[in-house]
């Protein structure tokens, strides 16, 4: 039981947030990366299309900080969480970083791709990104040059897996938001999906988001906190 509700089905959304204390910037805090770069030079099919050098650089080198960070208490949670809850845990990440995984998620729903993941146009397949590359990389794949691009979806991109994201909130019985401004869409508007679907939501962020209004709870704290106390707590059942 979980506030007096019995709790099977859980939907758990992390943003940028859930990384700041690993020491990964997040977008539009003070010191974000949006405040250093202006998303549309960097985010968008236009900008890659503009100045692919920028956009290669700006990827490789958050790919390359990787290594260099760590999971925080906040991502061994929800680790711990989806391996002894006895329902269902579905986690859908908005983050391109490993540290879900690293910290011992084995299911990750990476909504908007992955830093460490490669497309290429040519074959239009997904690989490994083991090493920086750029216009002048061949695909490991099919051999063809200058083809490859960061795997991490775009504003005006489709996301990946909304499908089955779709079916979960409309299926689950709490819906957690963490670290997340709620300002992109369609990540903003899940939380409506689960309220309109009779879920419990809470969010947990170190401040006000966009869409607290729809939560039912509002943990306000640090997400290395406030994650390990609600684990806690659905795992006391
Ligand atoms: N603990 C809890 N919450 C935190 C912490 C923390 N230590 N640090 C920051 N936050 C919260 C901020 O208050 C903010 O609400 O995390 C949120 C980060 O918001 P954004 O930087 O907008 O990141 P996010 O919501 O993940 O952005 C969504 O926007 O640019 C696109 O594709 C990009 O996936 C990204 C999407």
Not at 85 to 91: A, H, M, R, S
Request: with cysteine; glycine share 8%.
């Amino acid at each position: 039981m979980f506030h007096g509700r019995f709790i099977n089905r859980i939907v758990i959304l992390t943003g940028a947030g859930i990384s700041a204390e690993s020491g990964l910037s997040t977008f539009r805090d003070a010191d974000g990366l949006w405040e250093k770069h202006d998303p549309m030079e960097i985010a968008t099919p236009e900008a890659f299309a503009r100045d692919p050098a920028l956009v290669y650089r700006f990827y490789n080198a958050r790919r390359n900080q990787l290594p260099q960070v760590e999971p925080n208490d906040a991502h061994r949670a929800l680790a711990r969480l989806q391996q002894e809850f006895p329902g269902d845990v579905f986690l859908v990440t908005q983050n391109v970083d490993d540290l879900h995984e690293r910290g011992g998620s084995a299911e990750v729903c990476h909504m908007h791709g992955e830093l460490n993941s490669m497309l290429c146009a040519a074959c239009e397949s997904a690989m490994p990104a083991a090493a920086d590359y750029d216009a002048d990389s061949d695909c490991p794949g099919c051999g063809i040059r200058g083809r490859l691009r960061p795997d991490v979806v775009w504003f005006g991109e489709m996301p990946y897996h909304m499908e089955e994201i779709e079916l979960r909130l409309m299926d689950c019985d709490l819906f957690v938001a963490i670290g997340t401004s709620g300002v992109v869409y369609p990540a903003a508007g899940f939380v409506q999906r689960a309220l309109a679907h009779g879920a419990l939501t809470v969010e947990v962020n170190k401040e006000v988001s966009d869409v607290t209004g729809f939560f039912h709870q509002q943990r306000k704290g640090p997400a290395t906190r406030e994650v390990a106390v609600l684990v806690e707590e659905l795992l006391a059942g």
